[in-house]
């Protein structure tokens, strides 16, 4: 059920260089919200009109967190609010990563701020009993979240674009090096830049994995109604069509959807 | 109490003078759950055709200073869907539904209104020839008085509902058109419909909607609205449904004062989903203020 409220900010601090974590009290969302699903922010303005869509980073009872990277205009103005203040704020929106436990290998692929709807996965995979593989890749040691986030993970897997943290390399090619240690079926959760979307879906596609991943779109109303956050369907048809990243998704199958579309 | 009670024309008549705009209200059900579709005097559904549409590839829509650009291209479920998914809910609702219709040919806006005929539900029609991101149809239709003129008298011999065509104002004079409407027997005119716009992302040097030209919206517009409404309202005599960057009751009543005896709430929807509560709220107290009891007193009372 879908909710909008104004909310009161418990907390809001950075956690890496221009990486910020939102803690809102709101039980009218957080009791309902499940990993994949976002928010949208209203903001009182009327020259930059959208509302904005956050990744939920994870729900507790009557909290909800977020995790967002200062962009523009609109997150600029969010790292400074303030605790105690008011948000307005619409959801859970979207769908939702599925789980299959069945599967012996469940690995959660996040690039840069990616990472915040994986947090809240590895949350839910780890009260189901079973230990989820991480892997964050970011571009530079200053922006890898503060390592608390992934204390509880015994198997995580930083990398840095310049070597500073962790592996030297792609988050995909973290997770290609892995490989060889890893036998049996594979399920994949991931979100971050279409790039790595893109190569995650070509390798799922090779060896034949399960593939979910978050798709990010610019959204003018994150409820289906202005039709503009699509993503085409994966068909040689060519009038297949398209799906909305906020309705039918953020998550999709990798084989479902097109990349670099 | 004030009356808001809107007559629009002979044949429609509304509790308030606030409806939703077509293309930012999905088909009316997407939000039930979120407002009360109660309070609109009426929905307007999105454009459909007779065929389902995909739109336009990626990507569509871009936000620009007080508004946005769209390219969606028509994307709809086609009329046949429609009336198997939707009426049961737009059925029942107590507000009026308008079902706007577009086409690539002028047959296809028949035979899609043709089989809408069979609906009793339904009180009317908005004809979208404005639509400025398709390559057939859309504004091709609404341009050029002599195809307006044609194809508004088609459509009309074709229904005795309430009949509004929506005006683009990428034209020189908004006027013409209208009057060839109100020669041609339609009940009402909308306006206005996007305009013409275009942004450019100056790192990739790319387009920011996927046909260049689009369509701008939202608050930016405005006074293009009001412009358009006031100097048809003067031309014809057929009331004007006013549209174009709404977002508060300030704005509803600028409309109305311009001449447009009812107002369609459009990209609002996007960014205020607490709009047509606001709005109404907004309409009593000013009424209340100006000692005005019924609403329609001010339709054209811009003092000039």
Redesign the interface.
Known sequence: ??H?TETIILENNAVAKNIFRMTLKCPEISRSAQPGQFVNI?FSD??????RPFSIAGATDEILNLIYRVVGVQTSQMAGWKIGQTVKI?GPLGNQFTVDASVDNHVLIGGGVGVAPLIFLADKILQGGIEPQFFLGVKNRDEMPDGKFFRQLQDFHASSDDGSIGFHGTVVDNFLSHLPGIKKSVAIYACGPEKMNAALAQLAGERRYDCQISFE??M??G??????????KNSTDA????LLVCKDGPVFHSDRVMFN? | MIDLTTQIGLKLQLKNPVLTASGTFGYGDELADLIDLNRFGGIVTKSLTLHPRAGNPSPRITETTAGMINSIGLANIGVDAFIEQKSELLSHLPGKVIVNIAGRTEDEYADTLKKLESQEWIAGYEMNVSCPNVREGGIEFGAKPEILNHIVGRIRDLTNRFLMIKLSPNVTDIRVLAEVCQKRSADAVSMINTVYGAAIDIKTRKPLVNTVIGGLSGPAIKPIAVANIYKTHRAVDIPIVGIGGISCGADVVEFLLAGASAVELGTVNFFNLNAVAEILEFLEEYCVAQGIGVVTELVGKVKV
Do not use: N, S
Request: with cysteine; hydrophobic share 40%; glycine share 10%.
């Open positions: 059920m879908r909008l209203y009327q020259i930059h009109i959208f509302p619409l779109r610019l003018a109303c409820l289906g109604l202005c039709q503009g956050c699509t993503v085409k009038e297949a069509g398209y579309d």
